[in-house]
């Protein structure tokens, strides 16, 4: 029989877990929007496979937004969290540490239309018998995750306490407009320290990283049909073509084709 479709969000259910033998399971989760997988780790590495809907994943000091007809690499013992934001139908793979496909600890990546095919072959293959077709399939899967090209989803989280207001308010209002220089009177710290700050701790210029909140910001308002023109000023650009030229240029398509079903 096909693969058993969980929808809730309790760890302790019946799954095949990956083993030596058989390095690659796959199992199935639909969960609500609002839905939360508290933290948790394990020792194989997960690829979450979203085929429905939108989630956020909390890991490595970071936050990642999951679109759509993408999926998520987590590395075995690291430590993660799920806010399911739209609707989801979710299919994990389980992947034994001896077989990780990314030396990343974490990464959003698209999913190629061959492995979407391996994948929906998979999940139909009777889970309780372990032939040589589930292998063959595993480790065509396991041979073709490399290949998946990394998306620029990822909002990296910081230490310091001035920092960290900055960026909360920011998450919680990305269409913002003030300045470094605005935000250095509000939160306790030059506006050259500021600078020195975004850059030790999270790698990126400020602008930079204001547009990846706001990316991650608009993933779930565009996959669940808001409007681009409204997408576009809750984010604080100027029109919708300024914010879909913006989104062309950091994905290499428009906003409508990014989010469209596969």
């Known amino acids: 029989m096909p693969i058993p479709v969980v929808t809730h969000t309790q760890f302790n259910w019946n799954c095949d877990f990956p083993t030596t033998a058989r390095p690659l399971t796959m199992s199935g989760r639909d969960l609500p929007a ?82 979407r095919e391996l994948l929906a072959a998979l999940e139909q293959h009777d889970q309780d018998e372990q032939s040589g077709r589930e292998r063959l399939l595993g480790e065509m899967i396991l041979d073709e995750l490399p290949r998946c090209a990394a998306r620029p989803l990822r909002v990296p989280l910081p230490h310091d306490k001035r920092l960290k207001a900055l960026c909360d308010a920011l998450v919680a209002d990305p269409g913002a407009e003030h300045t470094l220089a605005d935000w250095a009177g509000q939160v306790g710290a030059s506006e050259r320290t500021l600078t020195r700050l975004f850059e030790r701790e999270l790698g990126m210029r400020f602008s930079q990283w204001r547009q990846q909140a706001r990316l991650a910001h608009a993933a ?43």
């Open 34 to 115: 609002d839905a939360v997988l508290q933290p948790h780790d394990h020792p194989w590495g997960q690829f979450t496979y979203a085929m429905q809907g939108v989630m956020r994943v909390t890991a490595n000091h970071s936050s990642w937004i999951v679109p759509p007809q993408r999926a998520i690499w987590i590395a075995p013992d690291v430590e993660h969290a799920i806010t399911v934001l739209e609707p989801t139908r979710l299919r994990p793979l389980c992947v034994h540490a001896s077989r990780s496909p990314f030396p990343d600890a974490c990464k959003v990546v698209e999913v190629s239309g061959l492995l």
């Open 220 to 262: 779930p308002l565009i996959a669940r049909g808001v409007p681009l023109s409204q997408v576009a000023a809750q984010l604080g650009y100027a029109s919708q073509s300024a914010f879909s030229a913006m989104f062309k240029k950091t994905f290499g398509s428009t906003p409508t084709s990014f989010f469209a079903e596969k």
